[in-house]
Nanobody, 115 residues
C-alpha cells in the first residue's frame, strides 16, 4: 500500500500562485509515476501533470506554461507549482501514484481561484 497526503491548497485570486505538495509513504519502492489530477464540480477527473521516476513530465494543454511538476525522490514528495491561476483551475486536486498495476490516490485538496 501507498499512502499519499496532499497539502497546499486554498483560495487565491486570479493571476496568483499556489504550490501543492504530496508526501508518499508506505510501499513506495517501484513507484514509477506520480501525478496530479483535478476534478471540478460536475466534471470528470482529469490529468493535470505527471512525472515518471526518471523525470519525464507531461501536462494537460490547459496548464502548459503555467504549472510545473517536480519530484524529490529522496523525500518521496511530488509538488505542483501553479502560476497565473485562472477561475477554471478551481477544482479538487488529487495526488496519484502508480506502482505496478495499482494506482493510489490522496484525499484531495481544494483549490479555489476567485475573480
Amino acid at each position: 500500500q501507498v499512502q499519499l497526503v496532499e497539502s497546499g491548497g486554498g483560495l487565491v485570486q486570479v493571476g496568483g500562485s499556489l504550490r501543492l505538495s504530496c508526501a508518499a509513504s508506505g510501499s513506495i519502492f517501484s513507484i514509477y509515476r506520480m501525478g496530479w489530477y483535478r476534478q471540478a464540480p460536475g466534471k470528470q477527473r482529469e490529468l493535470v501533470a505527471g512525472i515518471t521516476s526518471i523525470g519525464s513530465t507531461d501536462y494537460a494543454d490547459s496548464v502548459k506554461g503555467r504549472f510545473t511538476i517536480s519530484r524529490d525522490t529522496a523525500k518521496n514528495t511530488v509538488s505542483l507549482q501553479m502560476n497565473s491561476l485562472k477561475p477554471e483551475d478551481t477544482a479538487v486536486y488529487y495526488c496519484a501514484a502508480a506502482r505496478g498495476a495499482n494506482t493510489y490516490w490522496g484525499q484531495g485538496t481544494q483549490v479555489t481561484v476567485s475573480s
